[in-house]
Structures are given as C-alpha cells and as structure tokens.
C-alpha cells in the first residue's frame, strides 16, 4: 500500500501600515487593521471555510499548523473560521502541529525565545482545541540539526523539513528518517507539493492540466513508503483561484487515491507506521521558500538584516506581546528584493507598494518603540 501525507501552513501576519517618520513619538498605533481585516475575511470565504469543510465532505486526513497571529485574527474578524476548524480536529480526520506563535525566526537567534513562543503556542492550541501536539514544524520549515535539538527538548516526537534538491539525492523524501536528536524527520516531496501549488493552473506547463487521475498515478508511481505533500493552505481558493478547477481536483482525488489503494495519513500516523530510515544531519539551515531553500527570503538583503538586527536590539522592553508581534517573519519577507519567480511568492497577500516601503515604515515603528517601551532609552 503506498500512503500519502497531507501537510498545511494555516498563517495570515498582522501586517504593519505605513508608518511615517513625523508619527515617531506621538502615535503607537503599528497595525493595519483594515488590511488584515479585508485579506483575512477575504482567505476565510476563499479558502478556509469552503475547503475545510470540503475535508470534513471527503473524509480528506491532514495535519494542520494553525500560527498565534492567524488565530487572533480568526477569533476577531470572522469566528466561524475556528469552529470550522474544531469540526474537522473533533472528527478525528486531522492533526494539529505546533510552531512558535507569532509565525517568528526565533529559532535562528535565540534558542530561550524560540522555546517562549512555542510554549505561547502550545498554550491557545489547548485552550481552543483541547489539544496537546506532537509534532512540530517551524517557521516556513526553517530547519537545521540545533532547530532539532530544541524541539526535541520541548518534547516533540516529530518535526518537518524540506526535501532540498541536495538532500533528495541521497536521501529520497518519500520515507521517515531520524534527525540527531532522535526525531521523526520528515523530508517535504517538492516536486509533487509544487505540482498543486504552484504549477496547477499554469498553461504553459507541460502537464497542464493536472486532473486527480494523473496526479493519484504519479503518487503511485512514486517509489518509498509516503508523498510527504506539504503547502500552504491559501493554495485552495486564493493561490489557486476556484476558477482554476481546483476544487473539483479537491474533491475527485480522495476517490482516485482510493482506487489505487493509497490511504491518507497524519504525520505522527505515518511516525508510527513506518521504520524510519536513517539519521539526516542537517548543519546548515534551509526552508522550503523561495529557489534557494535557505533563509535569503528573510535576511538576503541589507534592509533585511538591519531591520532584524535592530528588532533584536530592542529585547528589554515593557512590552512583550507587542515586540513579538514585530518579530512575523512576514515583516521582513515583504522587503525581499529577489528576482522572478521567487518575487511573485513575496507578493502573496503583500499590502506595500515596495520593499522599500516596507523597510522605512517598520524601522519608524522600530524607533517609536524603542522610545515607549524599551528600558533605558534615550
């Protein structure tokens, strides 16, 4: 029997507005609102809800990561999103995997803070969903051997990476391995998750069009015990539009993968199942974003780094939530000034007109905080 593993990243940031220098110590007000108001509800009737609810219809099994921010935002602008949600977990079809709650990269600064947010997540995951997670995914899958020490030290059984281009060819990503610290390490299949996510509606591509029938072949031709398919969610109804036939793809594939017997499976399902392979070390970080599969997406750039550098700076403050929600890495994702095609991703949900835009308003905000909440400022 082969077997496929359905992976989601459910995140929406609170997106900061455009903030003036002239503002610096007279208005602490960061946030967008009104933007994230109209994306989010607009990603609920696109694609949270109706797909969701279409999981429940075809009994489709997935693992989910939900962040701290899309949360906030669900229970705030539209509730429904998260009873739909507390359906599809209650129905025993899906897992919930944890990651830090504000959707950060404090894993690749400081371990003490890392372990915070998580253990933030973990705590609105139990008081909302009843749930205690076991596996874990980071922050866009940022992943390297020292991530895994520290989420094996919180407990965590299983965590997930992507299956970069150099990894796969000496280690195929359809098969569970071992990280050093003993984790379930589960490589991503980019080439069958990309396949949906990004080349789906693409006339030009030479599988175009992708039907459910073609697709559930390829998984069965796969060689290896599981597809490892993970994506953001947003692929269903907002990446890919309705008008793409991406639902009707949706619905059809339980059906087709059925036929050719091949059962969904949770990650931690799959943990259980399946020997695990040999041990991944992973001494480098990578990620599933952008071609490099490296944190370029977030630190490639000079404005990049200084804006990350001076965020650290302002540890000490008085005000813990607020400086975490500065920490999104969504933040300095929109100052990316790569190249086509890795830009048309970073313009997903993106609300500034430049990535320079997006620098200068969040190093005013930066200043104004330092001003009102950090200790000792001058």
């Not at 110590?25 to 967008?32: I, S």
């Not at 280690?171 to 390490?185: E, G, M, T, W």
């Not at 780094?305 to 650290?312: G, I, L, R, T």
Request: one cysteine or more; hydrophobic letters at 35%.
């Amino acid at each position: 029997m082969k077997n496929v593993v359905f992976y989601f990243e459910v995140h929406q940031p609170r997106r900061l507005r455009t903030y003036r220098l002239n503002e610096i110590g007279r208005n602490h007000d960061y946030f967008w609102e009104s933007k994230n108001k109209e994306i989010f509800q607009r990603a609920a009737d696109r694609c949270y809800i109706p797909t969701t609810r279409l999981f429940i219809k075809k009994g489709i099994r997935a693992s989910f990561s939900l962040s701290g921010t899309f949360i906030e935002q669900a229970l705030e602008y539209r509730p429904e999103v998260i009873e739909v949600f507390k359906e599809y977990f209650s129905s025993g079809l899906g897992e919930l995997i944890a990651e830090t709650y504000y959707h950060s990269l404090a894993s690749i600064w400081d371990r003490d803070e890392f372990k915070e947010q998580v253990r933030e997540q973990e705590r609105v995951l139990r008081d909302i969903f009843k749930i205690k997670p076991v596996t874990f995914r980071n922050t866009e899958l940022i992943y390297s051997d020292t991530i895994s020490d520290y989420v094996s030290s919180l407990g965590y059984r299983n965590i997930l990476a992507e299956g970069t281009e150099q990894l796969i060819s000496a280690h195929s990503p359809n098969f569970v391995y071992r990280s050093p610290s003993k984790l379930n390490l589960f490589l991503r299949n980019f080439r069958l998750s990309d396949d949906i996510s990004f080349r789906f509606s693409n006339w030009g591509w030479n599988e175009y069009p992708l039907t459910a029938d073609k697709y559930a072949r390829w998984i069965d031709d796969s060689p290896g015990d599981l597809a490892n398919l993970f994506m953001d969610y947003e692929t269903f109804g907002e990446h890919q539009v309705a008008e793409t036939g991406i639902f009707g793809f949706l619905e059809r594939l339980p059906i087709e993968l059925k036929e050719r017997n091949i059962k969904m499976l949770t990650v931690n399902e799959a943990a259980e199942m399946f020997e695990k392979r040999e041990v991944i070390s992973i001494k480098e970080l990578i990620s599933w974003a952008d071609t490099n599969r490296d944190t370029s997406p977030w630190l490639g750039n000079d404005m990049q780094k200084e804006a990350f550098s001076e965020m650290q700076k302002l540890r000490d403050n008085g005000n813990r939530s607020l400086w975490r929600h500065l920490q999104t890495s969504d933040i300095v994702y929109y100052m990316s000034t790569g190249t086509s095609p890795d830009q048309i991703v970073h313009e997903y949900f993106n609300p500034y007109k430049s990535p320079y835009y997006a620098f200068l308003s969040y190093m005013s905000i930066l200043e104004d905080f330092r001003r009102e909440y950090v200790k000792n400022s001058t």
